[in-house]
């Protein structure tokens, strides 16, 4: 057929999807966040164990969807635990993925305050995003796909342009000693940093969307790949440039770090502006992926159709950004989400995989 | 832990933001589904009333009755009352049989029709050449000769320049000769000038405009298929593909799209556009238009189908997507260095005449500090005078450049580059003089003009022109967040945008790296050895 009437993303699509539903405001605060709890320079080592933890996790997911092809987590957690528990289960999904989205925004519309339009009222920012979101998520996981094919590739390349223009200030000495205080610190901060691939539960969806569900192993785990080469140099680059301290108590750290120099000569002086721009961007496709799993949750939950249910979150949405009253608020938030995160995780994939496996397995039952 | 959470939830304020933050967008889907019901759905008659539409344009003609007085009386009394319908009534002379002439002035060469025709009817015309009945077309020496079904049909035949014939004791009227009216000589392609191709342009005459296609090349394969569109005034409308090249599938949805057209006058090619494509709520043309055949036959060759209606020299080429918006032909005929920088130079005009308004007014109005210190300063000075907030600023001269470019265009040639100098350079001078503007938006401005003057499409610039003041709009009230806003808003609505099945962002976005090789930059053109993925061709092979 030359029209395409199915929408079905492909794997390059799925790469980009998840990479850019995980990388969000994280980058911005992810180096002070793990730095806290470390407080060494081995926040990179924990990072990369981070991401070694997390590979498991999304190999459980990938193979958990595969089960069920064609079928989002939403669809066959009812079919897995029977129809209530599974509806249950599905809501806990829908309302994380709603608390993220409304995080999203409210880290944007606090950076976009701080750094861009000092003194506008919240909701200025805050309702045109969500009204552009709900534009494209309802479009379908194709135009969100496509838009993060769009800007994926130009926020790669402004922000390591950033991060290499900012290795004049990058010394070694501040990345040394390489586990002084031995691994605990590591250890310590290894919460912090599995907290910065909060997001990826979208697996569970976005496997039933893909052209070829079988690559869905090799894609997933391509996307975190990027995500951690993109994490790892993030840290390195900003505590290199910045040091332990002044991570710590800077509220923004990847952008303080960009702005500490200024490159003359250049159009724009100072690079902290086109990576904000940039990143407006990326958390747009953040923001819209979350908006998209959820309003699907919605929809195929209780069976209404996908449209309307993207009107009836906006207030959800709405509220849930305005929620925190403070930055200190979001903070806590943010790590909570991530609490919430690792619950969801052994709510979800887990007990489903084990119900699953303990009815086929098990008791021989066709699921 | 109760006093916590109620601490929380927001206060009234927050939640008649929620509430509108529900309410504006419900309302603004409700008005745009309104709209596109109202008109979208205007070119998709239902089965009944495209079989009303059928009978309407098909009046089951009276048939011929074979009586030769009865049936001239009846064609006289249908298209007699013209005034420039002239009926000549001749006798054969050597069969000695009546038959009558009927043609319009102006339509035919006075000449061929004395010399040639009159000539043969009257005397060389013989018993042997109509003395069969019904064997009548295969003795006239003429090699347009049709033969009407019915009255109707003769009559509008004779009414749109063919010569109609009657003979007595024959059944039926014979059409000789197409028509042919006033036309204009070939030309070179006025909105699409080129300093390297061919300087040959299509016409408003349907035939010459495909048998120049044909002449670009020897193939049995360019089929070239016609019929009739609109509903009243009636008109040839033929579609143009390369057969073993193009999609089934999409010549399929295109046939359909042009077959549910109900219009009753297609009076040029626009028409046909805005009737088929595929969101007329769009600001983006999803149907490329062209003066060109190079260009269309190029097209072809990627496995598109082209549209030629008569009576006008723009050919549509389906399906389109944004990037030939910004290729020109002289893009493959020169080498492939100059040919990509050429591209990239226009995807950047192309930017500037979208966004650089919207720029300078984030830029001067909210953030001041991101430019670098010593231009915002001089920008500052020169703006000190000026009375206007940025965006009025920008606006006068926005609009007033965008007058002085329509009556440009409706100037005699002669005056018209008079008018851009006393408007672009007296007006403008005269204006930061005044106070009015400063000088560095002036040049913004003309930045912004002559980057849209290079968009080698006409439609596509007033896309984008269209576009600019959107951007403007969203600039002046969030800034640089509203500029990025309105670009993110550009990327949804191109990636949702498809034209015949083709999304229209292909091969940006979904991600084609085959077709990469002819987007931002030209490669050489050893290495295009396949044809667009887009397409989805029959064959993709364009080397052996």
Redo the contacts between chains.
């Keep these: 057929m030359f029209t395409r009437t199915d929408d079905r993303i492909t794997t390059s699509q799925a790469v980009v999807f998840l990479t850019n539903t995980v990388l969000g405001a994280g980058i911005l605060t992810m180096p002070r966040s793990v730095t806290q709890t470390t407080e060494t320079p081995d926040s990179w080592l924990t990072i990369f164990i981070g991401g070694a933890v997390i590979l498991p996790v999304i190999l459980l997911l990938v193979k958990l969807s595969q089960q069920f092809p064609g079928q989002t987590v939403f669809q066959y957690a009812g079919r897995i635990a029977g129809k209530l528990p599974g509806k249950a289960i599905c809501m806990l999904l829908v309302v994380y993925f709603l608390v993220i989205a409304g995080f999203e925004i409210r880290t944007l519309a606090e950076v976009t305050l701080f750094f861009l339009l000092e003194g506008t009222p919240m909701w200025a920012i805050v309702l045109p995003f969500i009204w552009l979101g709900a534009y494209l998520v309802g479009g379908g996981i194709n135009s969100i796909a496509r838009v993060n094919q769009i800007v994926f590739p130009i926020s790669m390349l402004v922000l390591f342009v950033s991060f290499g223009v900012s290795l004049r200030l990058f010394d070694i000495n501040n990345l040394r000693p390489v586990l002084g205080e031995g691994l605990l610190p590591v250890f310590a901060g290894l919460k912090s940093s599995i907290l910065v691939y909060t997001g990826c539960e979208v697996i569970l969806t976005l496997v039933a969307y893909m052209e070829h569900p079988r690559q869905a192993v090799k894609a997933m785990i391509g996307g975190i790949t990027i995500m951690l080469a993109v994490y790892l140099v993030t840290i390195i680059v900003v505590v290199g440039g910045m040091s332990v301290d002044s991570v710590i108590t800077s509220t923004w750290p990847t952008i303080d770090l960009i702005r500490s120099f200024e490159v003359t000569g250049f159009f724009v002086e100072r690079l902290e502006f086109p990576l904000m721009v940039i990143w407006l961007m990326q958390m747009f496709c953040n923001f819209c992926s979350f908006f998209f799993q959820s309003s699907l949750g919605v929809s195929q939950i209780f069976n209404v159709s996908y449209q309307p249910v993207i009107y009836g979150l906006l207030p959800v949405l709405f509220l849930s950004t305005m929620a925190p009253k403070s930055l200190n608020d979001l903070f806590h938030l943010g790590d909570a989400i991530g609490m919430m995160g690792i619950g969801l995780f052994l709510l979800v994939p887990v007990l489903l995989s084990l119900i699953w496996l303990v009815r086929v397995k098990g008791l021989k039952q066709h699921v | 832990m109760l006093s916590s959470v109620i601490d929380?939830i927001?206060g009234w304020n927050?939640?008649t933001?929620?509430?509108?933050?529900?309410l504006?967008?419900?309302l603004a889907?409700k008005i745009y589904k309104k709209m596109y019901a109202i008109t979208g759905k205007g070119k998709k008659p239902d089965t009944a009333d495209s079989k009303k539409a059928e009978t309407l344009l098909e009046p089951s003609g009276a048939p011929f009755s074979g009586d030769y007085e009865a049936d001239i009386q009846v064609i006289r009394d249908r298209i007699g009352g013209n005034s420039d319908l002239i009926f000549r009534e001749i006798r054969m002379e050597k069969t000695n049989v009546r038959a009558a002439l009927f043609y319009v002035a102006g339509m035919h060469n006075d000449r061929v029709l004395d010399l040639h025709l009159m000539e043969f009817l009257m005397f060389e015309a013989g018993s042997d050449t109509i003395n069969e009945p019904g064997r009548i077309r295969d003795r006239l020496p003429f090699s347009c000769l049709l033969e009407a079904s019915d009255l109707n049909s003769f009559n509008r035949s004779v009414m749109f320049g063919h010569i109609g014939l009657m003979i007595e004791g024959e059944l039926g009227g014979l059409l000789i000769e197409y028509p042919n009216g006033a036309n204009r000589s070939v030309q070179e392609p006025l909105s699409e000038a080129l300093l390297r191709g061919p300087r040959l342009g299509f016409t408003e005459v349907l035939s010459e405009n495909t048998s120049m296609l044909r002449r670009q090349g020897f193939s049995d394969q360019l089929e070239i298929k016609t019929q009739k569109v609109g509903t009243r005034l009636r008109k040839d409308l033929a579609l143009a593909y390369i057969k073993d090249i193009v999609?089934p599938?999409?010549l399929e949805?295109v046939s359909a799209r042009i077959g549910k057209m109900d219009f009753d006058f297609i009076a040029e090619s626009g028409y046909v556009e805005q009737l088929i494509e595929d969101n007329y709520l769009s600001p983006f043309q999803q149907v490329q238009n062209t003066e060109r055949p190079d260009r269309a036959i190029a097209a072809l060759l990627e496995g598109r189908i082209a549209i030629l209606l008569d009576g006008t020299p723009f050919v549509l080429i389906v399906p389109s997507t944004f990037s030939m918006l910004l290729q020109s032909p002289e893009d493959y005929y020169e080498r492939w260095l100059p040919g990509s920088l050429l591209r990239m130079l226009r995807f950047l005009a192309a930017f500037l005449a979208l966004m650089a308004p919207a720029l300078y007014i984030s830029f001067i109005s909210?953030?001041p500090g991101?430019?670098?210190?010593e231009l915002a300063m001089s920008i500052i000075e020169t703006r000190q005078g000026v009375p206007f907030p940025s965006l009025i600023e920008v606006l006068i001269l926005e609009v007033s450049i965008e007058i002085l470019r329509e009556a440009g265009i409706r100037l005699p040639k002669p005056v018209g580059p008079a008018m851009g100098i006393v408007g672009g350079l007296i007006i403008g001078d005269a204006a930061v003089q005044a106070g009015i503007v400063s000088p560095f938006l002036v040049i913004v401005v003309a930045v912004t003009a002559i980057s849209s003057f290079s968009i080698p499409i006409y439609s596509a610039g007033l896309s984008l022109r269209l576009l600019r003041f959107v951007g403007m709009l969203f600039a002046a009230?969030?800034?640089?967040?509203?500029t990025?806003?309105f670009?993110?808003?550009l990327?949804?609505?191109l990636?949702?945008l498809?034209s015949?099945?083709v999304?229209y962002?292909t091969p940006?976005?979904?991600?084609r790296l085959r077709d990469w090789k002819d987007l931002f930059f030209r490669a050489p053109l050893a290495l295009m050895k396949r044809r667009p993925a887009m397409t989805?061709t029959q064959d993709d092979k364009r080397k052996s």
């Design positions: 929380y927001p927050v939640w933001q929620a509430i509108l933050a529900f504006i967008p419900i889907s999609n599938d999409l949805e909210f953030h991101l430019i670098p210190t009230f969030l800034g640089m967040y509203g990025i806003l670009f993110l808003l990327c949804s609505h990636t949702k498809k015949f099945g999304p962002l940006v976005s979904p991600f989805k």
